[in-house]
């Protein structure tokens, strides 16, 4: 009897074992990268919301293990942004696991920006801290080229009662230097 209970719980924990490990978000985040200069025409889906001067639309493309894809659309400043929950829990030190998984596997990895020519996309590891409630790690394109100086993809970890949520998210970030008042 023991055999058997040892043996069916075998069977079943395998799937729960193999859905922990991550599959790469690189080659499904490089289409996302390559329609970032299209506004996201070919990955926007159906329009979820509409709040002010933002709309939110579905993403076409899902990253493996992401909880949800979206694309907003702002009107001020005129600018496209897409973000994937890649990981919610309460546990910190799952999340930022999670996080720093993430960092690994987009840092010093290559991107095609433009379809064709290959980036490498880095950034420095912004660490965890619990006390903090939120975390950063911003990559660029290594060669930057003047149209892509303000792309970035960030991978963030934030702290929203009850709960510790990974992010990877692509946008234009304008220099803080760069920003004014009423640009907000």
Not at 42 to 52: A, F, P, Y
Not at 73 to 79: A, F, L, R, V
């Amino acid at each position: 009897m023991l055999l058997a209970v040892a043996a069916f719980s075998h069977l079943h924990a395998q799937p729960i074992l193999k859905n922990k490990t991550n599959p790469s978000i690189q080659p499904l985040l490089n289409e996302v990268v390559q329609d970032y200069f299209q506004n996201f025409e070919n990955i926007k889906g159906d329009t979820l919301s509409r709040t002010g001067s933002t709309i939110t639309f579905a993403s076409k493309i899902k990253l493996p293990g992401s909880l949800h894809c979206t694309i907003n659309k702002y009107g001020t400043p005129n600018s496209y942004s897409w973000e994937s929950l890649m990981f919610e829990s309460e546990d910190f030190e799952a999340a930022a696991t999670a996080y720093k998984n993430y960092y690994k596997q987009l840092n010093k990895s290559k991107f095609a920006p433009n379809g064709y020519e290959k980036f490498v996309l880095s950034g420095a590891y912004d660490a965890p801290d619990e006390s903090r409630g939120f975390s950063s790690s911003r990559l660029k394109l290594e060669e930057q080229k003047s149209r892509f100086n303000k792309f970035t993809i960030d991978i963030g970890m934030q702290y929203l009662f009850p709960n510790w949520q990974v992010k990877v998210m692509v946008y234009e970030k304008v220099p803080d230097d760069e920003v004014r008042p009423g640009d907000f």
